[in-house]
């Protein structure tokens, strides 16, 4: 039980990386606060987890909404006293290309830049200007950013969302700086190409399905290994490691 006893504000927590990450964190013993916009999946994700007899709580938020942020992360520490670790995860890709366009900066409407950068790094900074004051005043915690490949190596054609994941390992780092003396840990972890519903629409062909694949163990990630990783950062095997980059992309960027 490498999580007993903490409590884990997940945000993204209805799909994905995020789903995997409560699954993995309450078999590990977490209490988990799930965030995510998406009301019926959320709810789906709650029930899942209670009826296996974990701990759970489905919160239905626009994580770009600072009051939001603000009245839900209220909520989840008057629930449960005290908050651990933070996984900062939520965000739009791909599979959000019909309603804000992922292009290069040329081609981008300026409203889908704004909010673009508005839900995948403000979110992130909103969500977390509401849990550190909480998580310092319960001893120090660590926070963990899921940012991208995309801020690593320039991978053409998501301008708006290469920023915002940018934006993330530079805040990893400055939050690593600001808040170690206070025994919050910040690390990040970028991930290459994981096989969630963000990438279903960039994956149509034998071709898409090659090209994602293309890195060094010649397949795309599943989401259970970035939850993985994520669960190392929460727990205190992950102790000292803090202002931590890590790429989880099958060795891509080492090409
Ligand atoms: N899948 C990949 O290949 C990949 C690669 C690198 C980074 N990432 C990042 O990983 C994170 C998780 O993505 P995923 O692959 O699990 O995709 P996903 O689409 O399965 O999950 C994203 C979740 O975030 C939620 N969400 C989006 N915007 C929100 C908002 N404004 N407020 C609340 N909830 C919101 C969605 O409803 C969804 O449940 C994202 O930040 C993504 O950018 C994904």
Same mark, same amino acid.
Request: hydrophobic letters at 45%; a negative charge; proline letters at 3%.
């Given at each position: 039980? #490498? ?40 709810? %789906? ?127 990893? #780092?400055?939050? %690593? ?79």
């Amino acid at each position: 039980m #490498r999580l007993h006893g903490k409590v884990a504000v997940i945000t993204g927590a209805a799909s994905g990386q995020g789903a995997a990450a409560a699954r993995r964190f309450t078999e590990e013993g977490a209490s988990v606060a799930l965030l995510d916009w998406d009301g019926e999946q959320g709810a %789906a994700m709650e029930r899942e987890l209670v009826d296996a007899g974990r701990t759970a709580a489905f919160y239905q938020l626009d994580i770009s909404d600072e009051q939001a942020v603000a009245d839900t992360i209220a909520a989840v520490h008057q629930r449960f006293g005290h908050l651990d670790v933070l996984f900062n995860n939520a965000g739009i890709g791909y599979s959000s290309n019909d309603t804000y366009t992922m292009t290069s900066v040329l081609n981008t409407p300026v409203a889908h830049w704004r909010k673009i950068l508005e839900i995948n790094l403000d979110g992130a900074a909103n969500v977390t200007r509401h849990v550190l004051p909480v998580m310092i005043a319960s001893g120090g915690g660590s926070i963990i950013n899921n940012s991208s490949i995309n801020a690593i190596v320039g991978m053409p054609g998501a301008d708006a969302y290469t920023a915002s994941k940018g934006g993330l390992v530079a805040l990893t #780092r400055v939050w %690593a700086v600001d808040y170690g003396r206070k025994n919050v840990r910040v690390n990040c972890i970028c991930p290459g190409s994981i096989r969630t519903p963000m990438m279903a629409d960039a994956i149509k062909t034998p071709e898409d399905e090659a090209h994602f694949s293309n890195n060094l163990l010649g397949r795309m990630g599943t989401p259970e290994e970035i939850a993985d990783i994520a669960l190392f950062f929460a727990s205190d095997e992950s102790s000292y490691l803090t202002g931590v980059i890590l790429p989880a992309d099958g060795g891509w960027t080492a090409q």
